[in-house]
C-alpha cells in the first residue's frame, strides 16, 4: 500500500539556520514524489517535485529510492518560508493522485 | 483564469442534512479530484474524474457521497444525510495530468 510519512508535526528553526523536513515514503512501483506548501490563509500548493530537480525558493529535495525518502532541504531558512509543508507522492498507475503524508508545520523564528 | 474555484467557503449544516459543493476548475484541465482533509491530516483522496468520466473512487466515499463532472466541466459533490463525521475541509484540484494540480482554497464544512 501506499504511505506517505512525514515523522515532524513541529519544526522550528532560526532564520538563517539550515532546514531540513523529512519525508518517507512506500511504494511498491515507480512513484513520483512532490512538495505542497500552504502559507497561512493560502491555497495549497506545488513546491517542487522530483522529476524536475530544480530548486524553488532555495529549496531542493532529492529522492532516495534506497531509503524511500524525499527529504526537502534549504540551506538558509527565511523567516516567509513558515508554512505547512505536505510531502505527497502520485503514479500514472493511480490515476495520478496523491497520497499526502500529515504535514510539518516549520516555524522560523527571527 | 482565476485558478479553482470552490464554492461556498464555508457551510455550516444540521446532522441528517444534505449538502452539495461545487468546483470550477481551471477551464483547459481534463482532470478533476476531490480531497477531504481533517484537522492535523493531509489530503485525503476522494474520487476522481477525467473529462465527465469518475474513473476511481475510495473507500472514503460512502453511499452518502456522490460526485458529477457533467460536460467535463465544473463538478459538485454532494454528501447525504450528513454526520458529524463528515466535517472536514473539501479540496478540489485539477490539472491535465503528469502531476501539476492547482488546489482550490476547500469548503469548510461543519455538520453541527
Known amino acids: 500500500a501506499q504511505r506517505v510519512t512525514q515523522p515532524e508535526k513541529l519544526l522550528s528553526v532560526f532564520k538563517g539556520a539550515p532546514v531540513e523536513l523529512k519525508c518517507n515514503y512506500s511504494y511498491s512501483g515507480s512513484p513520483e514524489l512532490f512538495w505542497y506548501v500552504q502559507y497561512s490563509r493560502q491555497r495549497l500548493q506545488l513546491l517542487l517535485r522530483h522529476i524536475s530537480r530544480e530548486s524553488i525558493k532555495g529549496f531542493t529535495a532529492d529522492l532516495n529510492k534506497g531509503e524511500t525518502s524525499f527529504h526537502l532541504k534549504k540551506p538558509f531558512a527565511q523567516e516567509e518560508d513558515s508554512a505547512m509543508y505536505y510531502c505527497?507522492?502520485?503514479?500514472?498507475?493511480?490515476?495520478?493522485?496523491?497520497?499526502f503524508g500529515t504535514g510539518t508545520s516549520l516555524t522560523v523564528i527571527p | 483564469d482565476t485558478g479553482v474555484s470552490q464554492d461556498p467557503r464555508h457551510k455550516i449544516t444540521k446532522r441528517g442534512q444534505n449538502v452539495t459543493f461545487r468546483c470550477d476548475p481551471i477551464?483547459?484541465?481534463?482532470?478533476l479530484y476531490w480531497y477531504r482533509q481533517t484537522l492535523g491530516q493531509g489530503p485525503e483522496f476522494l474520487t476522481y474524474?477525467?473529462?465527465?468520466?469518475?474513473?476511481?473512487k475510495s473507500r472514503l466515499l460512502s453511499d452518502r457521497f456522490s460526485a458529477e463532472r457533467p460536460k467535463g466541466s465544473f463538478s459538485t459533490l454532494e454528501i447525504q444525510r450528513t454526520e458529524q463525521g463528515d466535517s472536514a475541509m473539501y479540496l478540489c484540484?485539477?490539472?491535465?495530468?503528469?502531476?501539476?494540480?492547482?488546489f482550490g482554497s476547500g469548503t469548510r464544512l461543519t455538520v453541527v
Open positions: 484540484a485539477s490539472g491535465r495530468g503528469g502531476g501539476f494540480y492547482t
Open positions: 477551464s483547459e484541465h481534463n482532470r
Open positions: 474524474f477525467q473529462n465527465e468520466a469518475q474513473l476511481e
Open positions: 505527497a507522492l502520485s503514479s500514472a498507475n493511480t490515476g495520478n493522485q496523491f497520497y
